[in-house]
Each structure stands twice: as structure tokens, then as C-alpha cells.
């Protein structure tokens, strides 16, 4: 069957694709029905079935005859290490770990948060949480104390895994005294601490509360899989809305385990055995699904690689991953390869490499501007495949189709609806509207398997960002159009969120941060084009009348004070203090029109401003900056 058939069977009679698609897995129960909507717009996946996420990861793979394989290749040219882990050695492992938690007395549905970088030991805490059955809600090591408190505090976990610290190429982030600092500030206290030493910076332990992690292995005895309903959760992960409170996007077990396996040969082409490689982090959605679950589900050998494109040690770094451990396909972010285009254009450290057993590219987490695609296709000689999705559905809301049928690749759009998401671009009165005209991108209930079912604790929550713009449909919170052929160009967000070097922020948060500052009146932070990581946030602050500073320490302060409350992955540099901002009169900040400006984009004045003049005092606040140097007004 070609994509088309594939498709339309997907969305005419999911119940029987999925099913189908259920039996590449091993249940311990048999589920009673494909989809249960009884309870609609609360749709459930294979309600009634058992299984165990971590047993149809690993151990079903060492009873099949692939305990030598290799499930994990780490390698860390941050610490010069490299290390196999295969299935048997990990089914061991992640035993041990399920034990070591059991001993702490977690058991199924317990929540238990990991804080830790690129390490297998990440891959081992998460599979040993689905093993038992508990809960676990990875955070990213990139945030802030504060954001992890607001984690710890929403989850609720009996314990937090965290390893002593991570490594950026410029620096050792100790993560022991953040994650000291954000359980001091959480008002839930987890019973107890597992902490993974690392020789680049071992850190104290709190006695009573904090447990080393080779000691608790070494005493722990294996623990089996804990079947677990299919409608159970088995992870929860926190990304951000338009609001300084995260929204906790829950996993279930069944349909993740089902859309993710079907996923690997069916949009990846990949085969059991080959080596699959997402330069992203487990703190990430994309983490999640493609370092971690995808491919061991499927019997492929996992890259968990903790480095950068460039500068570990240069831009050749990517190419020499994927020829020394024979990768067949990559995933990572579009800015992944800005960076590496910036420093050696011509691709010079391509040749050192021998990429002959490397089939394919996929780029997702941003926009991927036509140019990067082409670029990496050209010194590739391979398909570089845009594909779309989101922390909320867990994998492609459309894409390219390696294991059905390779499409023609269109640089600018997305490719076209992965097989299960009956995608539709709607107006603002909830019409379809015709091919090539902008509109919402909606994706009509149910979602397939892997989407969220709801958010943590907050039925309430789920309904209202995604269920109530239109009835029977999800706002994916992303407009664009849909060409004559059915590609789908993905623009942009409607929302306060943006995207930062892949990272999806929210404005809000950083607004409710600079609010806070005591000398701050009012501010607006908006995103400007950045030709590395896509788009920077930017502060536009008014200062209280009356306070004496001068707009240089303000504006320092204020970097400080985003990088301690949400941490460096906000990547929040830029701060013009202005007199004023522009507003309509009924008082709203025209947050779209300074992007303009500032972006030297066309825009007109609009009717509704209160005051025009205040256009040409923000451009004049930006032009210091390198922003904002021409006037393109309509
Ligand atoms: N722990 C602690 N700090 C972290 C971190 C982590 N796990 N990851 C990033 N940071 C820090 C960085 O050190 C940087 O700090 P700085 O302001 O002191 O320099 C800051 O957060 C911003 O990080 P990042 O946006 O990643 O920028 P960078 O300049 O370090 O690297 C790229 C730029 C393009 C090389 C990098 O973003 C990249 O490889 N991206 C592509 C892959 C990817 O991760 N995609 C995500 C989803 S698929
Ligand atoms: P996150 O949940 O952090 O993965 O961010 C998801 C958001 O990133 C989406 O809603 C889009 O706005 C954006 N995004 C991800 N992939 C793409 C893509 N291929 N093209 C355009 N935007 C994308």
C-alpha cells in the first residue's frame, strides 16, 4: 500500500490499523477495545489490555535472541568516554535500578523525577520507573532550580534521580546544589534522593535523605515488570504554556508503546538491529521518544550522545558519530545544523568521514527554513526530512514516510499527515479553509495512540487549551496551510510560546520574570529572528517612574535574573529599556508589531493603537541593538 491508502485506512478505521499495529507488541492481558470513547472528548487506547513498557523494551528483545546486541552506544566527547551497553546488560541493569527504587518503597503509579544529563543512566532510571510501573517525569538540566521546584511540586514525587552534574562544553553545571535549592523551595518534599556521582564534580550527600546510586544497585535485588494497565501513565512530561506554569503532558503506556513501535519502520524506515541516532536530550520530548523508547522498542541500538554539533571537538563531530558506530538514520533539530553550516560552509570536515551506510536525515523541533534543508541535502547526497510534532503528541503530526512510501521532499513544508492524524486547517469561525490559505492547524479527535489523553492532575486544563477552540477537534497551537498537494507548511505559533534553538519557551514566563524586578513598570518580551537557533527572546521594559538606574545595570540584572529563575536554555540576553509600549486603547500590548519592527519586516499601523508615535520610539530603543535598522512601514 502507498502512503494514500495507508492514510485513508488510518483515519476511516482506526480501530482495525491499530489493532493491527497493537500486535507487534507483547501484552500481558489482551485489551477489550481498540478505543474506548466512551468517555469522549476523553478518548482512551486499548482500555482493558496490560503490559509492561520496559519488558517490550528490553527484556522481550534478550528472549528473542538480541541480548549481545547493543541497545546503548554512549558517547561523550565532553568527558572522552565511550561506552557499549547491550540488551542483556542493560535488562541487568534497569532490574537493579527498578529494585533500588523499590527499596525506597516506589511502587506502580508512584511519581518519581529525573534531573539528569545525557548519561545511559538517564535511559536506565526511566526504563526502571516503566518497569515497575511508577511514573516518571524527566527535567530538562537546562532549567533552573525554580523550574524544577514548580516540577517537584506539581508531580509530586516520592523520589527525585538526579546525577551530581552536567557537562557543557564551557562549563560543569552542578546540578546537586540546584536540585538542594528547588526541593528547599518546593513545598512537596520527595522521601528521598538517588544520586548518580560523576568523577567530574562528585557532590556531598544529605544523610537520611540522599542515596548513592552505586550503592543502592550494588544492594538491590532484581525487580520484574510490573504489568501495568494500558491506560496508565507512564510518564509525565512539562513543557511550557503561555503562562509561567508548565503544562504536565501525560503518556500512556499502551498507545505509546504502539504509536512508537509502529513509528520506527513506518516513518524512519528503520529495521530491528540498525542503529538509530536523535542528537536531542532525554529531557525533551524527542528524547523521549527516539534516544529512548522508539528505538529499543523496535530492536534498534540507541546513540545517547552528550556533546554538541560543533566545538566537540568541531563541526565534523556529527559526521564522525554517524560513520563510526554505522548509523543508518539521524534526527535532530534544524538549528543543529545552522550551527554546523556557520562554521564550515563547505562542508570540508564531511570528507575526513565515510557516511556509505547513512539512508536518511530528519529535522523537527523548529521550522526548518528552506536553505538549511537544502544544504544538508546537498552535502548529504541524502533525503533531509522536515517533519512536524510536538511535546503533546509524542511523535509526527506529519511528516515523510520512509517504510510506506518516500514522497517528494518540498523544501519549506512538513511533508504531509502522518497515517492516524486527520489534520485540517481551520478559520477563525471553525470553517476549513481552501488550499494555500493560512488558517489553525487542528487535528480532528480522536488523536491516534501516543497523544496525550489529558494533562497531569488537570482534566480542566486539557479541555480548555486544547478542546475548546473548536468542538471535536485539537488546537495543535500552530498555523499554517495546506498546499494543492496536500503538503503542510507549518508558519509559525499562536500562542506565547517560541522557539529557541528547538526549544519551544514561553513568553509569559519570562514576563511574569522581568515583572518581578522591582524596577520594572511594565514589559513585553517578544521573539526576534536569530540566524543560529531561529528566533531569541527579547525584553522590552519600562521602568518605574521615579527609580533611579541607569538602563545598562537594569538590563544586566534582569539577564541574571531569567537565567536563575528559568535557567540558560531561555537563552535570554537582549533587553531594551523603552519609555513606553505600544498598545491598542483597550490596553493591549502590541507584541506582534514590535517583532515586526524589530525583525525590519513590513508592517501597517493598526487602527486600533492608541498612540502611533510609540512606533517610532521602540524602533529607536532597538536600533542600539542591531535590530529594527530600516522603516518598512505598509
Ligand atoms: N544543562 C545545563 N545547561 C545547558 C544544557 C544542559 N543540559 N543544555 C544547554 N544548556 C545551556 C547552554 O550551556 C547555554 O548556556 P550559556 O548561555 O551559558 O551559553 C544555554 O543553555 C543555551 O543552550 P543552547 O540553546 O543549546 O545553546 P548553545 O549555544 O549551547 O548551543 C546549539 C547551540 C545549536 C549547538 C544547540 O542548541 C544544539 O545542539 N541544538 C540542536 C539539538 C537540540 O538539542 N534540539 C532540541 C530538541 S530536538
Ligand atoms: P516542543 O513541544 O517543544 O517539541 O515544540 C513543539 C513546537 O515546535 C510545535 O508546536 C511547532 O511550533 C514547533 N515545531 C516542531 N517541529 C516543527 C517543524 N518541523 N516545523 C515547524 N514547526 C515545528
Known amino acids: ?90 535488562q541487568d541493569q534497569v532490574a537493579r535500578f527498578a529494585g533500588a527504587l523499590a527499596d525506597m518503597g516506589v511502587t506502580k503509579g508512584d511519581r518519581v523525577i529525573i534531573y539528569m544529563p545525557m548519561v545511559p543512566e538517564a535511559l536506565v532510571a526511566m526504563l526502571g520507573c516503566a518497569r515497575l510501573g511508577a511514573i516518571h517525569s524527566v527535567v530538562f538540566g537546562g532549567f533552573s532550580a525554580r523550574e524544577l521546584a514548580t516540577r517537584i511540586d506539581d508531580a509530586t514525587p516520592k523520589v527525585v534521580v538526579a546525577a551530581s552534574c552536567g557537562i557543557e562544553p564551557s562549563r560543569v553545571v552542578k546540578y546537586k546544589p540546584l536540585l538542594d535549592q528547588a526541593i528547599e523551595m518546593a513545598s512537596h518534599k520527595p522521601e528521598r534522593t538517588l544520586i548518580l556521582q560523576r568523577p567530574q564534580s562528585p557532590c556531598d550527600l544529605i544523610q537520611g535523605r540522599d542515596v548513592d546510586w552505586t550503592a543502592a544497585m550494588a544492594a538491590a535485588a532484581p525487580h520484574d515488570c510490573v504489568p501495568v494497565s494500558a491506560t496508565d501513565p507512564i510518564y509525565i512530561l512539562y513543557t511550557s504554556g503561555t503562562t509561567g506554569k508548565p503544562k504536565g503532558v501525560v503518556r500512556h503506556n499502551g498507545g505509546h508503546a504502539v504509536a512508537l513501535n509502529w513509528s520506527m519502520k513506518h516513518i524512519y524506515g528503520m529495521a530491528p538491529g540498525e542503529v538509530f541516532w536523535a542528537a536531542s536530550d532525554v529531557g525533551w520530548v524527542v528524547g523521549h521518544s527516539y534516544i529512548v523508547y522508539g528505538p529499543l522498542l523496535y530492536g534498534c541500538t540507541t546513540v545517547v550522545y552528550e556533546g554538541k554539533p560543533v566545538g566537540t571537538p568541531d563541526p565534523g563531530a556529527f559526521w564522525r558519530v554517524i560513520e563510526e558506530y554505522k548509523v543508518s538514520v539521524m534526527f535532530t533539530a534544524p538549528t543543529a545544523f545552522r550551527a554546523i553550516k556557520k562554521e564550515d560552509p563547505g562542508a570540508e570536515h564531511l570528507k575526513r568521514y565515510n557516511l556509505d551506510h547513512f539512508r536518511a536525515l530528519f529535522l523537527a523541533g523548529e521550522r526548518c527554513d528552506p536553505d538549511t534543508l537544502e544544504w544538508a541535502q546537498k552535502i548529504l547526497q541524502r533525503p533531509a526530512i522536515d517533519h512536524w510534532w510536538q511535546t503533546e503528541t509524542g511523535w509526527a503530526i506529519a511528516g515523510n514516510f520512509l517504510g510506506i512510501e518516500q514522497l517528494p521532499i518540498k523544501p519549506g513544508t512538513a511533508g504531509k499527515p502522518t497515517p492516524g492524524y486527520n489534520v485540517q486547517i481551520l478559520d477563525d ?71 529557541v534553538a528547538g526549544h519551544r519557551l514561553s513568553t509569559g514566563a519570562m514576563e511574569e520574570v522581568l515583572a ?45 535574573l531569567v537565567r536563575e529563575k528559568i535557567g540558560p536554555v531561555a537563552a535570554f540576553k537582549l533587553v531594551a529599556v523603552v519609555n513606553r509600549l505600544p498598545k491598542t486603547r483597550s490596553g493591549k500590548i502590541l507584541r506582534a508589531i514590535m517583532r515586526k519592527i524589530a525583525d525590519n519586516e513590513t508592517y501597517q499601523t493598526p487602527a486600533t493603537i492608541d498612540d502611533p508615535s510609540i512606533l517610532d520610539e521602540i524602533r529607536d530603543s532597538l536600533t542600539p541593538l542591531g535590530y529594527a535598522q530600516g522603516r518598512q512601514q505598509a
Open 1 to 90: 500500500m502507498g502512503y494514500a491508502e495507508v492514510y485513508a485506512r488510518a483515519v476511516n478505521d482506526p480501530e482495525g490499523f491499530w489493532g493491527e499495529a497493537a500486535q507487534a507488541l507483547t501484552w500481558s492481558r489482551p485489551f477489550d477495545k481498540v478505543l474506548d470513547d466512551s468517555a469522549a472528548p476523553f478518548y482512551r487506547w486499548f482500555a482493558g489490555g496490560e503490559l509492561n513498557t520496559c519488558y517490550n523494551a528490553v527484556d522481550r528483545h534478550v528472549e528473542n535472541g538480541r541480548g549481545e546486541q547493543t541497545a546503548i552506544i554512549y558517547d561523550s566527547p565532553v568527558t572522552d568516554t565511550k561506552r557499549r551497553i547491550s540488551f542483556a546488560e542493560l
Open 429 to 499: 469561525n471553525g470553517k476549513p479553509v481552501p488550499a494555500g490559505d493560512m488558517g489553525r492547524i487542528m487535528v480532528k479527535l480522536p488523536l491516534p495512540p501516543a497523544c496525550l489523553p489529558t494533562l497531569w492532575n488537570n482534566d480542566e486544563r486539557f479541555k480548555e487549551s486544547y478542546l475548546s477552540a473548536e468542538p471535536g477537534y485539537y488546537l495543535t497551537g500552530d498555523s499554517g496551510y495546506m498546499d494543492e498537494d496536500g503538503f503542510l507548511y507549518v508558519m509559525g505559533r499562536i500562542d506565547d510560546t517560541i522557539n
Open 516 to 560: 518581578s524586578h522591582p524596577a520594572v513598570a511594565e514589559c513585553a518580551v517578544i521573539a526576534v529572528a536569530d540566524e543560529l537557533k531561529g528566533s531569541l527572546p527579547m525584553g522590552l521594559v519600562v521602568m518605574k517612574s521615579g527609580v533611579n538606574m541607569d538602563a545598562d545595570t537594569l538590563s544586566k540584572e534582569l539577564v541574571t
